[in-house]
Nanobody, 121 residues
Framework: QVQLAESGGGYVQPGGSLRLSCVAP??????MGWYRQAPGKQRELVAT???????HYDYFVKGRFTISRDNAKNTVYLQMNSLKPEDTAVYYC?????????????????WGEGTLVTVSS
């Protein structure tokens, strides 16, 4: 079920830049992140950021990509620089929410519909 509104994908030349945005509803709040899935590969983590600003990057994008968030807008961004053809994939926004019901604690993932990033000459 699509819960998040993401945008920013498109076509870019190698070495170019794109900025992805994802807006979550106010009641969906938690660690936010970006995942991607390329043809023939499993969905993989790109970057995550907690509500306090702690970030984690995949080894192969660190130094080129920057994840950030605006808690007031419940929005997460992914600035992608120095893009390579191997970055081509469908990028998915994610919010991991930890909820409680009575004594139970559980986590739930919310996903965007995916936005296609194509890096090609």
């Amino acid at each position: 079920q699509v819960q998040l509104a993401e945008s920013g994908g498109g076509y870019v030349q190698p070495g170019g830049s794109l900025r992805l945005s994802c807006v979550a509803p106010g009641n969906i709040f938690g660690t936010m992140g970006w995942y991607r899935q390329a043809p023939g590969k499993q969905r993989e983590l790109v970057a995550t950021i907690t509500d306090s600003g702690i970030t984690h990057y995949d080894y192969f994008v660190k130094g080129r990509f920057t994840i950030s968030r605006d808690n007031a807008k419940n929005t997460v961004y992914l600035q992608m620089n120095s893009l390579k053809p191997e970055d081509t994939a469908v990028y998915y926004c994610n919010v991991n929410v930890v909820n409680r019901k009575g004594w139970e604690v559980y986590a739930k993932d919310y996903w965007g519909e995916g936005t296609l990033v194509t890096v090609s000459s």
